[in-house]
């Protein structure tokens, strides 16, 4: 079966198109820098990678001001005579797509129907950076294809292992029964495959404890034991956590009514705020792409050093409650395009964790960025297992998108 899954980040369109008769890649590629803006409000020019097969990369660069726009480019570049791998979009059996956020909704993956599009809608406000451009995908893939069944794989959907006392908030019960407050996660495809692969690595499931890091534009942490989630950093929205490319993460609740009453802001300005100004954008003033402010830092700009050092400590933090919470930690592993690509990030983070018996191979984790392999990062004689496992979020939504069209066609 032929298999378009596509992936929308928040800055990101991630595609693969698979043959899994052969579990062969016919083609992938991402579209990077959607809608990114510098500090001075400047938009900045979007890219796409294409790979053929097993063919060079193709590069192009080509303004991307929205998701709907990097569709658009996806579906004439898997077509184009050159560089394409089909003639037109019928040769696509199957649609599968990388969801969020799944609410109170979904705890699996679904095929895509008028009601399941609705409560889509409704879960606007729990992933406001993502939901829209995952529906621009599902509309656009529609237009093309509108006789192609399309899948949703919910990110949130290998988080609904967590305990009650996890994901339960401190707050009025009645809250939480009538609008469904509560920690859902995020990301949950690319723990879910990560952890799977440590696993295998390990050779078992029962009894172990796996932090997963997945590392990039958006960002979270989950602690993964006996192969369920345990507890993981992004909550009720994506908004939570650590510090993100434009995402504030974490911080006091508190700081919240007091912007609103200086800066004069509606509840909505204040939510555009917390979610597109803060984060990497906000506190370097440089940028929301970690690559620009990594430069920066290197030329000794302080508030990029900051930036950098602001989210090394955060993640050194909850890798250590999570140790707390299992009681222990087998394996730490970093995926995501910082987890995978920054071998500084990982060296910063990992050298304060020596209480943990973690001993870095240095020269392999600075050897190790873009590439496609499994490569462990920690010594033999490491207490703890650190691998750099590059996620493959689009090959489980692939295998769920499957099985749902045959289960159709049954």
């Keep these: 079966m032929n298999v378009l899954v596509v992936n929308a980040g928040s800055s990101s369109l991630?595609?693969?198109?698979?043959?899994?008769?052969?579990?062969?890649?016919?083609?992938?590629?991402?579209?990077?820098?959607?809608?990114?803006?510098?500090?001075?409000?400047?938009?900045?020019?979007?890219?796409?990678?294409?790979?053929?097969?097993?063919?060079?990369?193709?590069?192009?660069?080509?303004?991307?001001?929205?998701?709907?726009?990097?569709?658009?480019?996806?579906?004439?570049?898997?077509?184009?005579?050159?560089?394409?791998?089909?003639?037109?979009?019928?040769?696509?059996?199957?649609?599968?797509?990388?969801?969020?956020?799944?609410?109170?909704?979904?705890?699996?993956?679904?095929?895509?129907?008028?009601?399941?599009?609705?409560?889509?809608?409704?879960?606007?406000?729990?992933?406001?950076?993502?939901?829209?451009?995952?529906?621009?995908?599902?509309?656009?893939?529609?237009a093309v294809m509108p006789n192609t069944p399309q899948v949703l794989v919910f990110d949130t959907a290998f988080h609904q292992s967590m305990p009650e006392e996890v994901y339960q908030y401190?707050?009025?019960?009645?809250?939480?029964?009538?609008?469904?407050?509560?920690?859902?996660?995020?990301?949950?495809?690319?723990?879910?495959?990560?952890?799977?692969?440590?696993?295998?690595?390990?050779?078992?499931?029962?009894?172990?404890?796996?932090?997963?890091?997945?590392?990039?534009?958006?960002?979270?942490?989950?602690?993964?034991?006996?192969?369920?989630?345990?507890?993981?950093?992004?909550?009720?929205?994506?908004?939570?956590?650590?510090?993100?490319?434009?995402?504030?993460?974490?911080?006091?609740?508190?700081?919240?009514?007091?912007?609103?009453?200086?800066?004069?802001?509606?509840?909505?300005?204040?939510?555009?705020?917390?979610?597109?100004?803060?984060?990497?954008?906000?506190v370097s003033g440089i940028s929301s792409d970690s690559r620009d402010i990594e430069k920066a830092a290197s030329e000794g700009n302080h508030r990029a050093i900051l930036t950098t050092k602001i989210l090394a400590y955060q993640i050194r933090k909850l890798i250590g409650a999570y140790t707390a919470a299992m009681d222990g930690l087998d394996a730490l592993v970093f995926t995501a395009g910082l987890g995978e690509n920054n071998p500084d990030l990982r060296e910063r983070v990992c050298k304060e964790l020596t209480y943990l018996g973690i001993k870095m191979d240095t020269e392999a984790n600075a050897k190790a960025h873009h590439q496609s392999d499994t490569i462990k990062l920690s010594t033999d004689d490491s207490k703890v297992l650190v691998y750099l496992i590059p996620t493959n979020e689009e090959k489980v939504i692939a295998s769920d998108t499957e099985r749902l069209v045959k289960e159709l066609n049954k």
Excluded: W
């Design 14 to 142: 991630k595609y693969q198109l698979f043959d899994t008769n052969t579990n062969e890649v016919l083609a992938k590629g991402i579209c990077e820098r959607i809608a990114t803006e510098t500090a001075n409000g400047v938009g900045a020019e979007g890219r796409i990678e294409h790979r053929k097969g097993s063919e060079p990369k193709i590069v192009k660069d080509i303004p991307m001001p929205n998701h709907a726009v990097a569709t658009k480019i996806l579906v004439d570049t898997l077509t184009d005579p050159e560089i394409g791998v089909i003639k037109d979009m019928s040769e696509i059996e199957a649609v599968g797509h990388r969801i969020v956020h799944g609410g109170a909704y979904f705890s699996e993956s679904v095929l895509v129907t008028d009601d399941v599009i609705s409560k889509l809608e409704l879960c606007k406000d729990l992933a406001p950076l993502h939901t829209v451009p995952h529906l621009m995908g599902i509309a656009g893939c529609t």
């Design 170 to 282: 401190p707050i009025p019960y009645e809250m939480y029964e009538k609008y469904q407050i509560r920690r859902y996660g995020a990301h949950g495809t690319s723990h879910r495959y990560v952890a799977g692969e440590m696993q295998k690595i390990m050779g078992k499931t029962e009894g172990t404890k796996i932090v997963t890091c997945h590392l990039g534009n958006g960002s979270s942490i989950t602690a993964v034991k006996d192969g369920k989630v345990l507890d993981t950093s992004m909550g009720f929205t994506p908004l939570d956590g650590l510090i993100m490319g434009t995402r504030c993460g974490s911080i006091d609740p508190a700081i919240v009514p007091f912007i609103m009453e200086k800066e004069g802001f509606t509840p909505a300005q204040m939510n555009e705020f917390m979610n597109k100004k803060c984060g990497f954008l906000g």
